[in-house]
């Protein structure tokens, strides 16, 4: 039997505020991308799952070509929203809007594509690994295979150190930061090129769990005091033009517990782990940096192979 904490943890981010879902309507960088790899990814004809809609947009892209459109969500308020909103749009009578646990739920015929939404920052928070991984063995038990293509492919993930500023009006606070992409943000150094961590490929079983010690060469002098998480989703793979539709989140920087001092040219050695759909707590008290190789003592040597 499940305490309240415990409750409260599984199902930690999966309700998403209605007034929320107009940030995420409004994030061009997300809404362009996914419009774009639906259009691509879902052809004439095909059924498809959306599993976690909201407010029912991507289930709206999707039916501008599919048959079919089986639309899931949890959330009874967002379900009223997306039956709402579909109602006025055009297509919206091909999108099903079903009240139901992505996690339970099974569409009634074998799809073509799965999109899936329930992406944040390093897979923390929402539960689209766990979500995924439930639903391709629940497909292969009931329709057998192939799978369905999924919408995104795959996700890349990295890490990288910075030297953050956390100064607000004086007052100091080392705290998590979400940072626009493609921006120069002026309280941010960046301290060594990022490091993949992980690579998700949704066709293949995926661990939920994340364990990670990796080095990185200082690129200059300064304060190691924390680390930006970086999460590249792979939308679609566009085979034709080689090349891929993809969606930058948001960087989220978490403070270091134990700040440390680089010379350029030293060996940062780096650790974290954390679960899939596990908190951002949960990461921050396993992130750890120490420097394991001092450049300055070194003069003669060149560095090592892995840098
Ligand atoms: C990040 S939002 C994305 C919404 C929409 N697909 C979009 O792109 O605008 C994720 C959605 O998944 C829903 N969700 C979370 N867990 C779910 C579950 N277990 N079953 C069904 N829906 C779920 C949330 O309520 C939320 O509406």
Request: one cysteine or more; aromatic letters at 10%.
């Amino acid at each position: 039997m499940l305490n309240e904490r415990e409750i409260e943890s599984c199902y930690l981010g999966q309700f998403i505020p209605v007034h929320y879902h107009h940030n995420m309507l409004m994030d061009q960088n997300r809404m362009h991308s996914f419009k774009a790899a639906i259009h691509y990814a879902v052809k004439p004809g095909m059924k498809v799952l959306e599993l976690g809609g909201g407010t029912g947009v991507l289930s709206y892209f999707a039916a501008a070509k599919a048959s079919k459109v089986y639309c899931v969500e949890f959330n009874p308020d967002m379900v009223k929203e997306a039956r709402k909103f579909l109602a006025i749009n055009q297509n919206g009578e091909k999108v099903e809007v079903i009240h139901a646990d992505a996690f339970e739920y099974m569409p009634p015929e074998p799809v073509d594509v799965v999109i899936c939404e329930m992406i944040h920052v390093a897979m923390l928070r929402e539960k689209q690994v766990e979500v995924i991984e439930s639903f391709k063995r629940r497909y292969l038990e009931r329709f057998g295979g192939p799978l369905p293509v999924f919408l995104p492919e795959a996700v890349i993930m990295a890490a990288q150190p910075l030297q953050q500023e956390y100064d607000f009006e004086g007052f100091h606070a080392p705290i998590v930061q979400f940072q626009e992409t493609q921006v120069i943000h002026s309280g941010t150094v960046e301290m060594a090129q990022p490091a993949v961590y992980s690579v998700i490929d949704f066709t293949q079983p995926n661990e939920l769990q994340y364990k990670w010690e990796g080095k990185f060469v200082a690129e200059r002098s300064g304060c190691v005091n924390a680390m930006r998480f970086v999460t590249k989703n792979i939308l679609a793979v566009v085979a034709e033009r080689n090349s891929t539709i993809d969606w930058l989140n948001h960087y989220m920087t978490l403070p270091l517990g134990t700040p440390v001092q680089v010379k350029a040219g030293d060996i940062l050695e780096v650790s974290f782990q954390y679960r899939a759909g596990g908190s951002i707590p949960s990461l921050q008290a396993s992130l750890r940096a120490d420097v394991v190789y001092e450049a300055a003592l070194h003069p003669t040597h060149r560095l090592p192979a892995y840098a």
